[in-house]
Every structure is written in structure tokens, then in C-alpha cells.
């Protein structure tokens, strides 16, 4: 049976509301089995909060899948790759895996869909290089893609409401570019994956009264990826391989500079700090829920520039170029650089902070930490920033 885009938007709301309804019944079991959340020294949260809420969101995956995708051994596959990260998430939370045993479950999980059911990438289509073939090498290569979104994901998820907004929006760009790519069923899973994470996002959402955990952030990485593949990557299209570095942006950025700045300082990849995106729009003084805006904002802008490479008539299909069609995709392009660049800016990747600090103490020497931070709080909220010379 062909399902339509209708199709998609009511497995993916009843997911939602499956994952709202499961959620408070989740949360109370989370306190029975000691599941909480403590505050610490590199979180955001002020307050024991239950974890697991991945739970939820797995409840209503399994029930809108069995729904709308049933009865396929492709599908079955999926949901039993869901079930058993899921699995290794709930381990986590409730006794803090080391790193190997969290991995190994994290790649049996992403290895099911793959060899049972070949949800794999065996071949791609770039511009000017055209068709890739992936041969032999096309089962590892795609499950350690796979490992690269669950914990991409899971590294983002550090503040109330971020990972669940964040793949709620991709699931949805994944969605569209699913549809428009004759992929239905996994357009219809894209939203399914969407809708249970936006219904959980309803108590996740700062101040959150539930946190996903390991046990959501890995079910939600498995599930983008999954349908980043069926949805986009294994396709003819010639920007396919492009769309999930689009839609994931915020994920994968956040990801590869803190693992690039534990490697500069030569810590472990996996121990924990406070260098996330998150973290840095918190020590400029921006709440939780102005932190989560900005970077769902910066999720939708990046998740329409995809979903405008499909819809925007740049090209005849071809290889011919269309001059209003290209126009606009340039100036969409000026407008995701733009905004991406300010968003860095503002992050202090560039050491905002310290060179307003040397602007300062040139023009008043005598210039307190206090009016610096005043400073700094007043252009960010303007927006209007004053040219700084490092030198």
C-alpha cells in the first residue's frame, strides 16, 4: 500500500500523542527504580529530575510503525534495532556504562537494520564526481555512520528540551525530503520519529519535568540515521549524501568541536565537559529556554535550506542551470552562512568575551569584569556588536 503524505502526518501525531500520554506514567517509574538525575557541576538543571523518557518516546514509535508499517521484515528489524538500544540507553542511565559496553551495544544495535534488512548506504551521487560505489566496505561505512548520529545526538543532549526540539524539526525536514523523493514509507517513519519526540518535548521542554536520557538520546540517533538512509541517502539524487549534514548541522557541529577541543587537550573523547553549544550560551548569560530557541531556529533554517534543494528549481535535472532558481539558492545559502556565523560569534568560539574585554580596557583602562559582562549582554541582545582589532 503507497502511503501518502496524510498518512504521515497522522502516524506522526499519534505517536506524539502516544509519547505525552506515556510520558508522566514513565516518569513515575523512573523515581521507583532510581532513575533521577542529580544536579552537577557541568549541567543545566537545578533539580532531581527523572530520566528514561526515551521509554515514552519508544512507546510511541512501536505502536504508530506497528500501525502504519506493519507486517515487514524491514520493519520489524527497525523496531527491534529501536528496542535494543533503547535497552542499552535504560542500562545507562541506571548505572552509568563505561564507555566500551555503551559502544558495543550501541553498534549491535545499529548493525540489526543494516545486515538483516540492508538499510545501508551501498552507493551515492556527488557533483562532479557522480556515482560512488561503496561495495564491500558499504556495511561498515554505513553502521559507523549511524554510531556518528546515535552519538551526535546523545553529546547534544544537555540541556532541557534541546535534543527532543532539535530532532523533532529534523525529523520533519526528513519527512518532506522523503515524500519528494518517492520514498514514502520512510517519509511516513521521519515523521513517526517526529512526532514522538515532539510529544515528549511537551515535558522536556525548560523547565523539564523529564529528561530522555541515554535511553531517548540513543533511540532518537538510531532512528535519524535510519531514516536519513531510507529517506535520503539511498536514493539517485544528486545532492542525497548532502541532506542529513544539513538537516543534523546543529548535532554534528556541536559534536565535532568538542571532540576537537578534548583531543587539543588531550582528554578522553567520551568524558564529559562543559564545552558544548549549550553550555556557551549559558556562561553569556542566556537562559535555557532562550538557548533552546536559538538553536531550534538555527535547526528549522538549516532543515529549510535542505528541503529547498529538493523543492527550489535550481537546475533542470539535467545538469542545466535555471538563473531564478539559482539566485534564490544563493541567496538562501548567504542567508544559513549569515546566520551560522553570528551564532558561532555569539557562542564565543571566536573569544567574543575576551576581545570586548580588550576594546574596553583600550577606551577605559580601569574597566570592571561587571561592565564588560554588561557590554557583552547588551550587544547580544541588539544585536549591534562593535569591531574589535585582536592585535
Not at 539524487?237 to 578534548?262: E, G, I, S
Not at 555569539?346 to 573569544?351: A, G, P, Y
Not at 575576551?354 to 554588561?374: C, I, N, Q, S, Y
Amino acid at each position: 500500500m503507497l502511503r501518502t503524505g496524510w498518512d504521515a502526518v497522522e502516524a506522526g501525531v499519534a505517536a506524539g500523542v502516544i509519547a505525552l500520554a506515556v510520558t508522566p506514567l514513565v516518569a513515575r517509574l523512573a523515581r521507583r527504580v532510581g532513575a533521577v538525575d542529580e544536579p552537577r557541576a557541568r549541567g543545566l538543571a537545578d533539580k532531581p529530575t527523572p530520566t528514561l523518557g526515551g521509554l515514552a518516546m519508544l512507546a510511541g514509535m512501536l505502536v504508530a510503525i506497528s500501525i502504519w508499517l506493519p507486517g515487514t521484515k524491514r520493519y520489524t528489524a527497525i523496531m527491534g534495532a529501536a528496542v535494543l538500544i533503547t535497552i542499552v540507553g535504560v542500562l545507562d542511565d541506571l548505572y552509568e556504562l563505561p564507555p566500551a559496553p555503551k559502544l558495543i551495544g550501541q553498534t549491535i544495535a545499529a548493525t540489526i537494520p543494516v545486515a538483516a534488512v540492508d538499510v545501508r548506504v551501498q552507493n551515492f551521487t556527488l557533483p562532479f564526481v557522480h556515482r560512488v560505489d561503496l561495495g564491500d566496505a558499504s556495511i561498515p561505512l554505513t553502521v559507523l555512520g549511524l554510531l556518528v548520529v546515535i552519538n551526535a545526538v546523545n553529546f547534544s543532549d544537555g540541556v532541557d528540551g534541546l535534543a527532543a526540539g532539535v530532532c523533532g524539526i529534523a525529523g520533519a525536514a526528513f519527512a518532506i525530503i522523503a515524500f519528494d523523493l518517492g520514498k514514502h514509507n520512510a517519509g511516513v517513519l521521519s515523521a513517526i520519529v517526529a512526532g514522538a519526540a515532539l510529544g515528549f518535548l511537551f515535558h522536556n521542554f525548560p523547565p523539564a519535568s523529564i529528561f530522555m536520557g541515554d535511553t531517548g538520546a540513543n533511540l532518537l540517533g538510531l532512528m535519524l540515521g535510519v531514516v536519513a538512509i531510507e529517506g535520503a541517502v539511498k536514493t539517485q539524487a544528486l545532492l542525497a549524501l548532502l541532506f542529513p549534514l544539513v538537516v543534523l548541522a546543529v548535532p554534528f557541529l556541536d559534536t565535532t568541536f568538542v571532540v576537537l577541543k578534548r583531543l587539543k587537550y588531550r582528554r578522553p573523547v567520551y568524558e564529559a565537559d562543559a564545552n558544548h553549544f549549550h553550555h556557551r550560551f549559558s556562561r553569556i548569560g542566556f537562559s535555557q529556554r532562550r538557548t533552546v530557541v536559538y538553536l531550534y531556529l538555527w535547526t528549522i533554517l538549516l532543515g529549510g535550506y535542505a528541503v529547498a534543494l529538493r523543492f527550489v528549481p535550481y537546475s533542470d535535472r539535467h545538469g542545466h542551470l535555471r538563473t531564478g532558481g539559482v539566485l534564490i539558492m544563493v541567496g538562501l545559502t548567504i542567508l544559513v552562512i549569515a546566520a551560522s556565523i553570528y551564532l558561532v560569534y555569539v557562542l564565543e568560539i571566536l573569544k567574543f568575551r575576551r576581545l570586548e574585554g580588550l576594546r574596553l580596557r583600550r577606551l577605559r583602562p580601569a574597566v570592571t569584569e561587571a561592565e564588560v559582562d554588561e557590554s557583552v549582554e547588551r550587544q547580544l541582545e541588539t544585536g549591534e556588536f562593535q569591531a574589535v582589532d585582536a592585535e
